[in-house]
């Protein structure tokens, strides 16, 4: 039942009933698995029963464009579409644990991180050092504290900022020797030194293929080091099992446009350098 929102508000409210017996501070960790493959009308989807837990709205066709770093053609649309109702599906998972956690009368003094680990799953994000790859959602809510709707959009974080970020926001001190930064302070709207510069890695994918990846990002420009890609080797990931890359591949035998671009994905450069505020993509 792990596409299932019932199924987590049945867990989280057993997790805050105990929190409630024991009235001690908690810190629980809620993993969603929307939009993971297989998404939502997927063959695979449907075969393992995961279909029967259906977004709160379903999304057609109309609805949805495909990602600017896809070709596009009808089979990819059909994936982002599925993609899109397990985005959905996800979202209604969070709705129903929010819900859970405001009934229990906890919400007003707890603080919510909402984050991901990558972008989508297909190729140009997931599995890469692109934006599109590391440019994940990461919301905070603290109604005590934290004004509501509130958008920070210039200052860049990392992950290893959330760590230092939370015993910041919990009054204990920070590590000297601890790497990453506070971004406490922008949650209240506060001024501080935001990072010039992010980091960001990929080592290897399903398959346990290395193909590491290094990128520095600063507000506007990105450089990107792939010391496997003398066009010797050919990039290996999960997303080869799925429709967009088999696509992607099938048309670039006839399609120059489609084969310049898969081209790039499998066999990339050693050095990259891209100005994301004129193509983010």
């Known amino acids: 039942e792990k596409r299932s929102a019932t199924s987590y508000s049945k867990k989280f409210k057993s997790f805050l009933n105990d929190a409630k017996i024991k009235k001690k ?3 629980c960790v809620i993993n969603i698995a929307d939009p993971h ?28 464009e495909i990602p600017p770093t896809l070709p596009n053609l009808p ?35 707890t603080v919510v991180i909402f984050l991901s680990d990558h972008g989508m799953p297909f190729p140009f994000a997931k599995s890469s050092v692109y934006l599109n790859g590391i440019k994940t959602p990461l919301i905070v809510s603290w109604p005590a504290k934290i004004k509501e709707l509130s958008i920070d959009n210039t200052n860049m974080v990392s992950a290893i900022d959330i760590a ?39 080592d290897e994918n399903a398959g346990g293929i290395p193909r590491p990846s290094r990128t520095v990002i600063s507000n506007q420009y990105g450089y990107i ?23 992607m591949k099938k048309i670039s035998s006839f399609d120059k446009k489609v084969s310049t671009r898969f081209e790039h994905w499998v066999y990339r450069t050693v050095e990259e350098l891209y100005d994301y505020k004129k193509d983010p993509n």
């Open 225 to 247: 080091f792939n010391p496997w890609a003398t066009g010797k080797f050919a990039f290996k990931s999960a997303a080869q099992y799925h429709i967009t890359y088999n696509i």
């Open 37 to 64: 493959k297989p998404f939502f009308n997927d063959t695979q989807s449907k075969q393992n029963g995961f279909d029967n837990f259906k977004p709160s709205k379903i999304y057609a066709l109309k609805d949805v």
């Open 75 to 109: 089979e990819i649309k059909q994936e982002v579409l599925n993609y899109f109702n397990s985005v959905k599906r996800g979202d209604d998972c969070v709705g129903i644990i929010l819900k859970a956690l405001k009934e229990s009368g906890f919400d007003e003094n």
């Open 164 to 202: 230092p970020s939370i015993l910041d926001l919990t009054g204990i001190s920070i590590p000297k020797k601890m790497e990453g930064k506070s971004f406490y302070p922008f949650l209240l709207d506060k001024k501080g030194h935001s990072n010039d510069f992010v980091f960001a890695q990929f």
């Open 25 to 27: 501070a908690f810190y």
